[in-house]
T-cell receptor
Framework: AQSVSQHNHHVILSEAASLELGCNYS??????LFWYVQYPGQHLQLLLK??????LVKGIKGFEAEFIKSKFSFNLRKPSVQWSDTAEYFC?????????FGAGTRLFVKA | NAGVTQTPKFQVLKTGQSMTLQCAQD?????MYWYRQDPGMGLRLIYY???????DKGEVPNGYNVSRLNKREFSLRLESAAPSQTSVYFC????????????FGQGTRLTVV
């Protein structure tokens, strides 16, 4: 069965600080990994995805994530956050037809 | 581009009432999903449909039924609403293939009193 664990439930940063959100997954098959973002009052949108190839994946708005197979991890990073990055971030793993999400990390960026 | 459209956006029900949440997508996707979002629990899969005519249970199917009416539409029904079903419900769709992302609707905020 698929499962996803996100380490931090709430993160508070100042603008220009670096961000790293942890994600570990469990799945017995070929992994397909995603990070989604949900801005306040909005629906989820895709930030980036990994399914094969270069384990360092670049997404929108300066986000990137690194797939480390040996650690079953897919951590999200951004070198310098902005106030507009305030949102909830979800890691997800897709196996077959089902996509399973982590519990989410709420990020608040202080201006 | 409409994408994934859900109705209604807000709903208040009394315990024991029934209702159907509607979802339609115009992207010609085969796969459709219903999730519920609760604080601290992320999104949990209720039911999904890999193609027209098929439906399968997800992580939390109890208390819900679904219908894949055609390729475009996937409805979620609460036969006898309970306060534990107070949540935000999201419908999503995706193309076939393991590397394809889900596209989400705007959500339905449901309160059961």
């Amino acid at each position: 069965a698929q499962s996803v664990s996100q380490h931090n439930h709430h993160v508070i940063l100042s603008e220009a600080a670096s961000l790293e959100l942890g994600c570990n997954y469990s799945y017995g098959g070929t992994v397909n990994l995603f990070w989604y973002v949900q801005y306040p009052g909005q629906h989820l949108q895709l930030l980036l995805k990994y399914f094969s190839g270069d384990p360092l994946v670049k997404g929108i708005k300066g986000f990137e994530a690194e797939f480390i197979k040996s650690k079953f991890s897919f951590n999200l990073r951004k070198p310098s956050v902005q106030w507009s990055d305030t949102a909830e971030y979800f890691c997800a793993v897709k196996g077959g037809f089902k996509t399973i999400f982590g519990a989410g990390t709420r990020l608040f960026v202080k201006a | 581009n409409a994408g994934v459209t859900q109705t209604p956006k807000f709903q208040v029900l009394k315990t024991g009432q029934s209702m159907t949440l509607q979802c339609a997508q115009d992207m010609n996707h085969n796969s459709m999903y219903w999730y519920r979002q609760d604080p601290g629990m992320g999104l949990r899969l209720i039911y999904y449909s890999a193609s027209e005519g098929t439906t399968d249970k997800g992580e939390v199917p109890n208390g819900y039924n679904v219908s894949r009416l055609n390729k475009r539409e996937f409805s979620l029904r609460l036969e006898s609403a309970a306060p534990s079903q107070t949540s935000v419900y999201f419908c999503a769709s995706s193309e076939d293939g393991r590397n394809t992302e889900a596209f989400f609707g705007q959500g339905t905020r449901l309160t059961v009193v």
